[in-house]
């Protein structure tokens, strides 16, 4: 059974004491079992804020029924799903909610060619907890199996805020 590593990091800026983040980028690393082979993807991430992002992705081949199908997998989204059928999540203020929902995309292999047999077609949904520093998400590729499940769990290890040692996706 192949192993996936994840690298997680997130770009963020205090302005009088809010945290706004910035982007997201995550490197992954594909491990397989039998012999060496390392696959290093480059991630980006949109942050659903209503203004820059709804929850409407609008391209990946994502309609917005697939949106609210994957949006509603998170029990923290349930208290929006009416509000995000009419507009998409725009009049939301999501601010101060503490889960942070993204969209992480990977952009390109790193070390393989796209001749690799690997697809890098699709996409997450992902939520990040901000009280216990959870991340969960579904994938979405209308090529692929449907729900696909992404689950990492923080830790602290003696420090303020969350860290992330590694995280194995099923």
Request: hydrophobic share 35%.
């Amino acid at each position: 059974m192949d192993s996936v590593k994840c690298y997680l990091v997130l770009f963020f800026q205090v302005n009088d004491g809010l945290v706004n983040i910035q982007n997201v980028l995550a490197v992954m690393f594909t491990l397989c079992s039998y012999d060496v082979c390392q696959v290093v993807t480059f991630w980006e991430g949109e942050i659903v804020d209503g203004k820059n992002y709804t929850f409407y992705t609008g391209k990946w081949e994502a309609l917005s029924e697939d949106d609210i199908r994957h949006w509603t997998k998170f029990p923290s989204f349930q208290p929006f799903l009416e509000q995000v059928k009419v507009d998409g999540g725009k009049s939301l203020d999501l601010i101060n909610y503490p889960y942070i929902f993204m969209r992480w995309k990977e952009q390109y292999f790193v070390n393989v060619g796209t001749d690799c047999g690997l697809t890098i077609a699709g996409f997450y949904y992902v939520c990040f907890s901000c009280t216990d520093g959870s991340i969960n998400g579904f994938y979405y590729d209308p090529n692929s199996s449907p729900f696909q499940k992404l689950e990492l769990k923080s830790t602290n290890e003696g420090r303020s805020g969350f860290s992330f040692s590694f995280y194995e996706l099923q």
